[in-house]
């Protein structure tokens, strides 16, 4: 499958499922100062997730274009970009975890045709403030997840916001728990320089994460605390490359069809071969992404 054709199967599995499809925001946000670049795709639907109606309804599909420069020292690995694009699907206080993990599911599943087995997924294991996701947790094993390939995280990598955990979120962010899905390369062998043992977090290339459900439903407030919002959402992201990666079978977004014109001319400029070395490919990589 080509990236074209996955952006297509996207859009049309949840225009199928009542979503309206609407247009990505500029990378350049108007009338947004938090940040400069807009770094994923909840990032213009805010005041939408925090309750105004949105004029095209309760279910949207997107792809936003994202750029996030916090990850620039990532790339270099076979998996991280600091541009990417980012297939949305959104809930406005509408369907909640069932149907959103069950769609999810769906999608990997039956429209990409990515192999069960090969899928793992993680759940908010919970704080003081917000309880454990066993919610989530039911909901994939009703599609059939096994218990051993669902994994509880803290708020490190289970919970979102724009800022990170529920502390580096300032005043009137939103944020909430998140339910990730991994995709496992079975011949990509577990680097213990990354842990004794490898996991679908772990960052030797062994597991790619390839979506991400946000629940959004808690907001910062002024004396720390996280209060809810007036409605329950579903913030849906992942991204285009990785998909296209994992459906190709391959454990490196930069033999996708969305790097490979870089890659070729870099290779044409420089007559070194992309696969020639592991540093070189950290080098084309680099090039790559900030082309
Ligand atoms: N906002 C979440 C993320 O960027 C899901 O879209 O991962």
């Known amino acids: 499958m080509t990236s074209g054709q996955i952006r297509e199967s996207y859009i049309k599995f949840f225009e199928g499922r ?3 499809k609407i247009e990505p925001a500029p990378l350049v946000l108007e009338n947004d100062p938090t940040t400069l670049f807009t770094s ?10 925090k309750g105004e109606p949105h004029p095209k309804g309760k279910r949207l599909v997107d792809i936003q274009p994202s750029l996030r420069l916090q990850d620039i020292e990532e790339v270099g690995d076979a998996s991280h970009t600091t541009f990417f694009e980012m297939l949305g699907n959104w809930s406005l206080g509408d369907y909640f975890k069932k149907e959103q993990l069950s769609w999810c599911w769906e999608f990997f599943t039956k429209e990409l045709g990515l192999e069960a087995e090969r899928l793992y997924v993680s759940v908010f294991e919970g704080t003081k403030e917000v309880p454990k996701d066993t919610e989530s947790a ?3 094993k009703s599609l059939g997840v096994p218990e051993e390939r669902i994994f509880y995280y803290g708020v490190d990598k289970n919970w979102w916001s724009r800022s990170g955990t ?7 962010e939103i944020g909430g728990p998140d339910s990730e899905v991994f995709f496992e390369f079975e011949d990509v062998k577990h680097d213990k320089k990354f842990g004794e043992e490898c996991h679908p977090n772990c960052q030797c290339g062994r597991f790619m994460e390839i979506g991400n459900s946000v629940f959004i439903q808690y907001e910062k407030k002024e004396d720390g605390t996280l209060s809810e919002l007036p ?6 992201g992942g991204g285009l490359e990785r998909m296209a990666a994992v459906v190709n ?10 790097y490979e014109p870089a890659i070729k001319a870099i290779e044409k400029k420089t007559g070194v071969d992309y696969a020639s070395s592991e540093e070189n490919a950290i080098d084309f990589r680099v090039i790559a992404d900030h082309l």
């Open 249 to 258: 079978g391959y454990s490196d977004v930069f033999l996708t069809d969305v």
């Open 18 to 20: 009542g979503h309206i």
């Open 138 to 140: 039911e909901v994939w």
């Open 40 to 49: 994923a795709g909840m990032q213009p639907l805010i005041p939408y997730l």
């Open 166 to 172: 529920p502390e580096a979120m300032p005043e009137g």
């Open 231 to 236: 409605q329950k959402n579903v913030d849906f």
